[in-house]
C-alpha cells in the first residue's frame, strides 16, 4: 500500500491565498501472485479536477530476465535492463493537474469569465528513454518524445484549448527512500 498527498499552492502565483492550496492525493495497493508479477489497483483524487476521482488497474511482469512489461498507469512502459545499473525504456505517459488563475486574469486578456478560475491541465507524451542508478537511491533519467495531446481547460466557464502535438526532453534526478 502506498499514499502519497502533495499539498501546496497550485496557482499562477499572480495573487496568492489560502484559495490556492490544494492537496491532489494517490492510493496505490499492490498484489505480489509471485517474484515476476504484480498487480496493482490505485486512485487519483484532486477536487479541483475536470475529473476529481481517477482510477485504474495494472501489471508489473517481469517475462523475461531483462524485460518487464511496466503497464502501470499514469506511466506504462516496456523496459529492458542493459546492465545491473541502467534500463532503457518506451511508453506513454499522462500528465497533468489542476491551477487556480489570478483573479484578474481573464480581464487582462478579454475574457473577464476567467477571472480566479480552476484550470486543469492535461498532456499525453509518447517516448522512450535511459534510467541510470547513480548512487545509493540516487537515480539519474533522460528521456524524450513527443506530446500527442495537450490541453487546457477553464472548468467552470466549459472554455478548452487544445494544443498542438509537440516534442519533450527531460532530464531529472530522483531520490528514493
Known sequence: LQTTLAPGIYSDWEDVGGEDFNVPATIILGYQLNPDLLLVGGLGINVWSEYPVMGGVGVKWKFHQDWTLNFVFPKPRLEYQVCPDAKLFVGGELKGNAYRVAEDF????????LDGETVTYREIRVGGGLECKLFGVIRAVVE?????????????????LDGKGAPYAQIALIGRY
Open 144 to 160: 524524450g518524445g513527443w506530446m500527442v495531446d495537450r490541453r487546457i481547460v477553464y472548468d467552470g466557464r466549459n472554455v478548452e
Open 106 to 113: 481573464g480581464m487582462r486578456r478579454g475574457m473577464a469569465a
